[in-house]
């Protein structure tokens, strides 16, 4: 449709002063990657490392990385004389992290649920990982997060100031002040004392100055009793599930050279939606963190469905946009899977998947809605009763050697296994 000259002008002048009347969000980034290397958190090194690093010498960056923390899962069960270290990995998926919340739960009436030695968590992920680290009394709390808040509970809209020169499409302020009521100094130091007996929290962002990921020690960050400290703990989990301009990014600072600067972190799933190592090496280099090698169980939830889903798509901008870009999430998410289960497969790990059941067909235009989540965390509680998990990455034949598939080196677990 032609527009005349004056209405386009119009629109420019009025999107000038919308722009000057949005929140702009003042920086002192880092510009050079050298410089991007060495910066720290104030007062607090040794709390974090790029996600995305291949070392060379992957033992001894597994030592360099491991030299400053209590000794690995020091008091995990073990099987034949050798330690069994559990690994929970919780994925991004937005408000169908309800549905990992409901497995937790299932998980727990079955009555073999574990205690992970390391739990993981990316977006929607890293909302649920702290309270599945401490175990099943925080369970009704997770029920709690996933179902009872509306979507003015959790974000408020700022669409005008979103496109004319904000941060974001709304404000996180509701969610920032639902992760301080529960994230408090008291459930730090219930982390940081699993942290002292070996146990690992971790959470991935994305540094959106570098590109690149970050996976932030939870349990180090714990131990550091300042005000600082659970401040950066609550930055993280709110950065980590921060949906790029849907929702605003988080300004975390950082010291570089003795001098001050900042990073703008947004949602890990940016980078990588699901993760289980902190360094990216082949599983044997960790054996250098046990007397004996251990037995290694994988446990990986998808938050959302890892199926292809058929649906008429209206030939619109946003809707070709908004298709493109969840069928890219999607794809992007099913490698990382498939990686996760090659390196088990070649390091002798148990792995075991779960994701939203293709059976489940309830929809919801908004971004968090309780009828919605309620539905999808009692799918959850169902398939975590069940204890039924996938071998291999769904759409992926098993692989095999001389037709035979690879079984890990340790007797699998009933809850792995789980005939429900």
């Not at 649906?311 to 099913?334: D, F, H, Y």
Request: proline fraction near 9%; hydrophobic fraction near 40%; charge should be neutral.
């Amino acid at each position: 449709m032609f527009v005349p000259r004056l209405h386009v002008a119009f629109i420019v002048i009025f999107a000038f002063v919308l722009t000057g009347c949005a929140t702009v969000m003042t920086r002192n980034g880092i510009s050079s990657a050298k410089l991007a290397e060495t910066a720290e958190i104030p007062g607090m090194p040794g709390v974090r490392f790029w996600g995305d690093e291949v070392p060379t010498d992957p033992i001894a960056e597994i030592r360099r990385r491991t030299s400053h923390m209590p000794p690995i899962a020091r008091d995990a069960k073990t099987m034949n004389g050798r330690k069994v270290i559990d690994t929970l990995a919780l994925s991004g998926g937005g408000s169908d992290g309800a549905f990992g919340a409901g497995v937790l739960a299932g998980w727990t009436k079955r009555g073999d649920r574990p205690e992970f030695q390391v739990v993981t968590g990316v977006s929607a992920g890293s909302i649920i990982a702290p309270f599945a680290f401490l175990g099943p009394s925080e369970d009704e709390k997770l029920h709690t997060i996933w179902t009872q808040y509306k979507q003015d509970q959790v974000v408020t809209p700022e669409i005008l100031s979103g496109l004319f020169g904000g941060p974001a499409l709304s404000s996180t302020a509701p969610l920032q002040n639902l992760i301080a009521h529960y994230v408090d100094r008291p459930f730090l130091d219930r982390i940081a004392a699993q942290y002292k007996r070996g146990r690992i929290l971790l959470v991935l962002t994305t540094n959106l100055d570098a590109q690149r990921p970050v996976v932030w020690n939870m349990g180090e960050i714990a131990l550091n009793r300042s005000p600082e400290a659970t401040e950066l703990f609550r930055k993280i989990i709110l950065a980590s599930a921060a949906i790029p301009a849907a929702f605003p990014p988080v300004k975390i600072e950082v010291e570089a050279d003795g001098k001050p600067y900042d990073e703008l972190h947004v949602d890990g799933g940016t980078t990588r939606e699901v993760f289980v190592s902190p360094v990216d090496a082949p599983l044997k280099a960790f054996d250098t963190l046990y007397k004996v090698p251990p037995i290694r169980r994988y446990f990986i939830i998808k938050n959302g469905k890892a199926t292809p889903e058929q649906e008429i798509v209206k030939p619109t901008t946003l809707q070709i946009a908004g298709r493109s870009i969840s069928t890219l999430i999607k794809s992007q998410n099913m490698g990382e899977v498939y990686h996760i289960y090659r390196v088990a497969l070649d390091g002798g790990a148990d792995f075991n998947f779960l994701a939203v059941p293709p059976s489940f067909t309830y929809e919801t235009k908004e971004i968090y809605d309780p009828k919605y989540q309620a539905a999808l965390y009692a799918e959850g509680a169902k398939v975590g009763r069940r204890g039924i998990w996938m071998k291999h990455p769904p759409g992926q034949a098993p692989i095999t050697v001389d037709g035979v598939q690879p079984r890990p080196a340790a007797p699998e677990p009933v809850a792995a296994a789980g005939s429900g």
